[in-house]
DNA sequence: GCAAAAGTGTTGAGATTACACCCATGC
DNA sequence: GCATGGGTGTAATCTCAACACTTTTGC
């Protein structure tokens, strides 16, 4: 590795997959462009990476101009390099993705993309860049992670029922679940506490629970 | 995103983390920096991305130089973009990891670096740069790929016995396994061959086998 | 004949699945 | 009182782990 400054050089973007639930549908937040080749296309939100700036921090800071949120779960997902997945210049763009609590989906307004929008991961549109390969590669990592981590945690708020719980695992792996199967393991795995109150609707009240620990675990739930 | 070229940017490196089986220990391949802040030190084989190169080609690239060998197995491991990490200046680095047959371990002399020599995975020196931390994520990955993908193939020649490729897995996971339980799970995947042939030693000859696909696949094996 | 690795099945425990009925509430 | 989601237990099946002896060869 011997930097020669005199050379050009690829240059470094993040692009972030941000999902939420959101009317009861996995979705992911995506930006119409205003400029370049791809005006007019959607995109997931992302940018250069400045000098001095770690790639996770340029992340974090994509996250927060576009939905004025910090400390959301973030995890880096994977590189993508080709020399002309950007038909400007070779840009190198490190992938992330993000899970936001459906509660706070209030978006920032922002001067480089004409709109913000919610779109269900389902029935994405054609995006620019190489993001339809992002974003199956984020939905995959979604679901495998379910399986064995307790980032779930990250797209509910404090307070939820098991019911609501069942429902977004049923909802990002696109399968239903046995109800008394469900309960008896994600009690059993620990990671969640019952709360002294219920959450009371048009039918029986449900109990609410809360997750023992609001931090990423590698924890076999499934 | 949105180059502006007439800002400084980061630039992009590989480093690759190729794994062998050697004397019957796992190794990886270790350079010694001729120059540069960390010169003595030892490091992954690396370099920068061309522009116009994908981070692959660049990744395949490396190996051939270090090894003399395309057509191995190589997965894009993580990317590391601390603007520390070089103290030189900002390169973010993508790590890859390779898996080389025992068979074949010639080294090519490189001009680049004093030293090219396979270090116990077990006993790494310190490394250049944050390399210590791209072996452990590197080795944490070999691990869990060998529960549920076939990659351990490419560790292997064509041929090989029962025996060492359970003394693979022993020697990877650190473990030891039940040879009963280990044979039925192996033959049950239904990735091997038997040959028509056995291997001779000082004992009872063991039948051989091949792997029945060399191609990556994901498949429940452990 | 002996040392050393190869080869082979069964059993018990634990985990996972499938499955049906009553309960509490709002309307 | 009825429609709707909440809440609960058991039996059958499958999977996984533990375990020991015989075979074949080189020396």
Redesign the pocket.
């Known amino acids: 590795m011997k930097p020669s400054p005199h050379q050009d050089h690829p240059w470094v973007a993040v692009d972030v997959v941000i999902f939420t639930i959101d009317e009861g549908v996995l979705k992911a937040l995506l930006v119409n462009l205003k400029e370049g080749p791809f005006r007019g296309h959607w995109a997931f939100p992302g940018g250069l990476v400045s000098l001095g700036e770690s790639i996770d921090a340029a992340a974090i800071r994509e996250l927060s101009e576009k939905t004025g949120l910090r400390h959301i779960y973030l995890e880096q997902l994977c590189t993508f390099g080709d020399p002309h997945r950007d038909p400007r210049a070779h840009v190198v763009s490190v992938a992330y993705f993000a899970l936001l609590p459906r509660a706070d989906r209030r978006l920032a307004e922002h001067p480089k993309y004409a709109r913000l929008e919610w779109r269900a991961v389902t029935a994405l549109p054609p995006l620019a860049y190489d993001h339809n390969r992002i974003a199956a590669y984020a939905l995959d990592r979604l679901r495998a992670k379910l399986a064995y981590t307790n980032i779930v945690y990250s797209l509910l708020p404090d307070e939820f ?3 609501e719980l069942q429902e977004i695992y049923e909802m990002i792996l696109g399968t239903t679940l ?4 469900f ?3 994600l009690l059993a795995a620990g990671l969640l506490r019952a709360l002294p109150r ?1 959450r ?8 609410l629970y809360a997750f023992a620990q609001r931090r990423p675990m590698n924890i076999p739930i499934l």
Do not use: F, I, S, Y
């Not at 046995?178 to 199967?181: K, P, V």
């Open positions: 029922t098991l019911g046995d109800r008394r199967n309960r008896k393991k219920v009371r609707g048009p039918h029986r009240p449900a109990t």
